[in-house]
C-alpha cells in the first residue's frame, strides 16, 4: 500500500502524508460490512418469504 | 373461494422474486471495482493521505441516503395520501429502509475519518450532526411502522410523517449550521473552482454512478420483498 | 372538510366558524385539565424538581449557572411538555370520545387547532411558573433581558405544540402511544430547542436583542410552516 503511494506520488513522500491507511482500511471494511449485512438480511427475508408461498 | 384467487391472481400479477438479482450483483460488481480502483489506481491526497480515499464512499453515500431516499420516502408518501396505491407505500417503506443502511454507512465512515483527521471520532460538525437527526428520523419512521398493525393505518400515519421528515430537512441544516462547522466544504460542485484533480474525479464520479447503481438495486429488491411479503399475508388473511 | 359541506347546503345552518370552533375545543381542554389539574400538577413539579436536581449534578464551582441555565430550561421544557402532549389525545380515547367529535360539525382542521392551541397554553403555563423557579434557583439576576426570553419562549412554544398536536395523534393510533412520541417528536423539537437555547444563551449573558435575528429567524421560519404544515397534515391522521 505505502509503495503504491510512493510510486503514484512522489513529492508526498517528502512533504509527508500521515500515514492514514489503516484508517481508510477500517473505512472500507466497516462499510462493506455494513452493505453486505444488509444484502444478507434481505437474502433471509426472500427466502422466508419463499418458503412460506 | 373467489376472494383466494383473486388474491392469487393479484400476487402472480406482481413479479414473482428471481432466483438471482442481477441487477444487485451488478451492483455489488461495480462497487467493488470502484473500491479496487480508489485503493490501487487513485492517488491519495497530498496532505490528508490515504484516509481521504474514504471519501469515495462516504459522500456518495450522503447523497443518496440523505437527499435521494428521504425525497423518494417524502414523495412517495405524499403520492399515497392522495392516491391511495399500496405501491407508492411499499416504495415509501423500501427507500426509508435502503436510506437508513446509507446513512448508517456515512455515520461510520463520517466517524472513521473524523478519528483521522480530526482527531474525534464525533466533532459536532453541521453536516453530520444533520446525517444523525435525518438517521433518527428515519429511525423513528422504521419504529412507526412496525408499532401499527393495521396496514391502511400504518401506510397512512408514516405517509404522514415522512412528508414532515421532508420539511424539516432544510430547518435541521439551518439549525446546525448556527454552529461552525470543521466539515471540508464540497469541492465538486464548485464550478470554476476544480480543485480535485482529473483521475480523483474520474473516480469520484465512477463512486458516485456504483453506489447509485446499489441503491436503487437495494431499493428494488426492498420493493419486491415487501410486494411478495404483503401479497402473502393476503393469502394467509383469505 | 364535513363543515364546508354543510354549510353550502343550507344558508340556515350557523356558520362554521374556524377560530370560533378551535377556541371552543381549546377550552374544552382546558377546562378538562383545570378541573382534573392532574396533568399540569405532575408537568410544572417534573419541572421544579428537575431543575433542583440539575442544580445538584453540577459542581457550581466548575460550570457557571449562567451557563448552565439556557440548555436546562430547554430540556425541562421539552419533556414537561411532552407529558401534556401525551394527555392531550389520551383523554379523547376514553369512551371514543374523538368520535364524537369528529362527528361533529367542526372541521378537522379546526380540532387541531384547537388541540393545538389548548397545548400551547398547557406548555405555556408550565414555562410560566418554571422560568421564575430556574431564575430563583439558579440566582439569575431579573434583568429586561427577561423579555427576550419570553418572547423566544412564546415563539419555540407555538412550533412546539404544532408539532407535537400532531405527533400525539399519530403516536396515539400506535401500541406504543407514550413510548412513541418522544423518539418520533425531538428531532422535529431541534431546530426548536437549539436556536431557543443558544438565544437564550445569548441573551442571558448580556447581548442585545440585535444579535439573535439568526436564531429568532429560525424559529419564526420553522412555527410558520409546521404550524401551516401539521394542520393540513391533521386530517390524515384520523380514521377516514
Redesign the interface.
Given at each position: 500500500m505505502s509503495m503504491q503511494d510512493a510510486t503514484t506520488q512522489p513529492p508526498a513522500e517528502r512533504t509527508g502524508p500521515p500515514d492514514t491507511s489503516y484508517y481508510m482500511k477500517l473505512g472500507y471494511i466497516v462499510a462493506g460490512v455494513i452493505f453486505a449485512a444488509y444484502i444478507l438480511l434481505m437474502l433471509r427475508r426472500i427466502a422466508s418469504v419463499r418458503r412460506g408461498s | 373461494m373467489t376472494s383466494v384467487s383473486a388474491v392469487e391472481s393479484r400476487s402472480t400479477t406482481a413479479r414473482p422474486l428471481p432466483a438471482v438479482d442481477w441487477l444487485l450483483v451488478l451492483a455489488v460488481l461495480a462497487v467493488g471495482a470502484m473500491a479496487v480502483r480508489a485503493i490501487l489506481y487513485t492517488p491519495a491526497d497530498a496532505a490528508l493521505g490515504a484516509v481521504q480515499r474514504i471519501l469515495y464512499i462516504h459522500v456518495p453515500s450522503a447523497i443518496l441516503g440523505m437527499y435521494v431516499a428521504c425525497t423518494i420516502m417524502a414523495a412517495c408518501g405524499g403520492l399515497f395520501l392522495w392516491l391511495k396505491d399500496d405501491r407508492l407505500d411499499r416504495i415509501s417503506e423500501s427507500a426509508a429502509e435502503v436510506g437508513f443502511v446509507f446513512l448508517t454507512v456515512v455515520l461510520a465512515t463520517g466517524a472513521i475519518w473524523g478519528k483521522s483527521s480530526w482527531g474525534t471520532a464525533w466533532a459536532w460538525e453541521p453536516r453530520l450532526t444533520s446525517a444523525l437527526f435525518l438517521w433518527f428520523v428515519l429511525l423513528s419512521y422504521l419504529v412507526l411502522r412496525d408499532a401499527i398493525e393495521n396496514r391502511d393505518t400504518r401506510a397512512r400515519l408514516s405517509a404522514v410523517l415522512g412528508v414532515l421528515a421532508l420539511l424539516l430537512v432544510p430547518f435541521i441544516h439551518m439549525t446546525v449550521y448556527l454552529f461552525r462547522g470543521l466539515h471540508p466544504d464540497p469541492v465538486v460542485l464548485q464550478p470554476g473552482k476544480p480543485k480535485m484533480p482529473p483521475e480523483m474525479l474520474i473516480t469520484w464520479l465512477f463512486a458516485v454512478g456504483a453506489f447509485a447503481l446499489l441503491f436503487f438495486a437495494l431499493l428494488r429488491l426492498r420493493y419486491r420483498w415487501a410486494t411478495a411479503r404483503d401479497a402473502r399475508l393476503m393469502l394467509e388473511q383469505a | 372538510m364535513r363543515a364546508h359541506g354543510r354549510c353550502g347546503v343550507s344558508a340556515s345552518f350557523r356558520e362554521p366558524s374556524f377560530v370560533a370552533d378551535a377556541v371552543r375545543i381549546a377550552r374544552k381542554d382546558l377546562l378538562i385539565e383545570f378541573r382534573t389539574r392532574s396533568g399540569f400538577l405532575s408537568a410544572t413539579v417534573f419541572a421544579m424538581l428537575s431543575i433542583a436536581i440539575f442544580r445538584f449534578s453540577w459542581d457550581p464551582t466548575a460550570v457557571t449557572s449562567i451557563d448552565l441555565a439556557p440548555g436546562i430550561v430547554w430540556v425541562i421544557f421539552t419533556f414537561a411538555g411532552l407529558l401534556g402532549l401525551n394527555r392531550s389525545f389520551g383523554v379523547e380515547q376514553a369512551d371514543r370520545a374523538l368520535d364524537a367529535l369528529l362527528a361533529s360539525p367542526v372541521s378537522r382542521e379546526a380540532v387541531f387547532a384547537g388541540k393545538a392551541l389548548g397545548n400551547l397554553c398547557f406548555v405555556l403555563a408550565v414555562q410560566v411558573i418554571a422560568l421564575p423557579t430556574l431564575a430563583l434557583f439558579f440566582g439569575l439576576p431579573v434583568a429586561p433581558e427577561w423579555w427576550g426570553v419570553g418572547a423566544i419562549a412564546l415563539l419555540a412554544a407555538v412550533g412546539f405544540a404544532a408539532?407535537g398536536t400532531?405527533f400525539a395523534a399519530?403516536a396515539s393510533?400506535?401500541?406504543?402511544a407514550e413510548m412513541?412520541l418522544p423518539?418520533?417528536a425531538?428531532?422535529?423539537f431541534?431546530?426548536v430547542l437549539?436556536?431557543a437555547a443558544?438565544a437564550t444563551s445569548k441573551l442571558l449573558a448580556g447581548l442585545p436583542l440585535t444579535e439573535v435575528i439568526?436564531?429568532l429567524k429560525?424559529l419564526a421560519?420553522?412555527d410558520i410552516?409546521?404550524v401551516a404544515?401539521?394542520t393540513l397534515?391533521f386530517p390524515?391522521?384520523l380514521?377516514e
Open positions: - | - | 408539532v400532531l399519530i393510533n400506535t401500541r406504543l412513541l423518539m418520533l425531538l428531532p422535529f431541534v431546530p437549539i436556536p443558544q439568526a436564531e429560525i421560519a420553522f410552516v409546521f404544515a401539521c397534515a390524515f391522521t380514521e
